[in-house]
């Protein structure tokens, strides 16, 4: 009886790795449905552009503009004025926009034509709903700059509160505040160095989703862009996942150091895939594909008892040949 019943035993064990490969398909997300349009907010600013780059040198007087537009409900005043652009280092890599070093200078060196056309620290506007406006600024560097990059960031800002009031409760304010991002890059000496460190994936998972980590450093005096592309595919080539556009690439600015996180939210449970993690970072690039493997703790359990059971029922096979041969023999 025992025999019979270890014979189906390879069996159970090939279905069992198959749905290794069955579940390396993950199943498609359905598409949820809105509840409803949102009213339009009172005050709301837009943009444009969202970022610009320039190159500027010292004892020189450069101007540019942005287009600031009302899409909210409301007429209302704003004002426009500048700020450093920087970051804090990590994995969150926060924006700031209140230090200053030696690369966010260029906050101090921008003023902003008011509707009179005279240049000041800031301007103040009223705009029309609906209304689109052209903001001119003006970059007046002093005889001496630092070399590599500048950064600041240009913002718009509405002055009128949006108050609600009710019986006991006080009013709630509203503000709207956009900004483009400045890249000013200087004359001179410019360094560009890059360092990827602690570049890792994941090859073994027992649970919860795959990832993938980089650390990149910027040794240099300006900014560059780190690319990063994360791909996972089937044994048969079949792709399952990739990074999304917004996810492929990062600016990091001079003297900073960011750590950049993967995840595939719709790992499935379980299963055997080929996975490509690639990041880029000016000449240094960190490129490899590995076979992953997914695989819970109690199917790994199960899959090392069917193993021992097929090893006693191979042991049983030879000698019960050994002894047929045996009697063979007499």
Known sequence: ??????????AIMAILLGGLFCFSYPAAAEGEEGGGETPTPDIWLQISPVSKRVKIAASETQDGEFT???IGAKDFDYKVYATPYYATSGETYDWNFTIENSYTQIARWITFADKDGNYGKEATFNIKKGEKQTIKYRITTPDSIPSGGQYAALFAQSLEDN??????????KTISRVGMVL???ADGDTRDVAEISNYSFDK?????????????KNDGNTDFTTSVNYTVKTLFGKELYTLPEGQKSYILLP??????????????????FQVNYKVSALDQVKDQTSIVLVLPIFVGI????????IVIWAIILIRKRGERKSRLLV
């Open 183 to 185: 890249y000013a890059k």
């Open 302 to 309: 199960i899959a090392l008892l069917l193993l021992t059971i």
């Open 68 to 70: 600031v537009e009302n």
């Open 204 to 216: 073994f998972k027992l649970s919860g989703n795959l990832k993938a980590t980089a650390t990149i």
């Open 255 to 272: 003297e900073t150091e960011r750590t950049i996180n993967v995840e595939w939210a719709d790992t499935p449970f379980m299963g055997i």
């Open 163 to 172: 108050t609600t009031k009710t019986e006991g409760t006080a009013g709630i």
């Open 1 to 10: 009886m025992l025999i019979r019943t270890i014979k189906f035993i390879p």
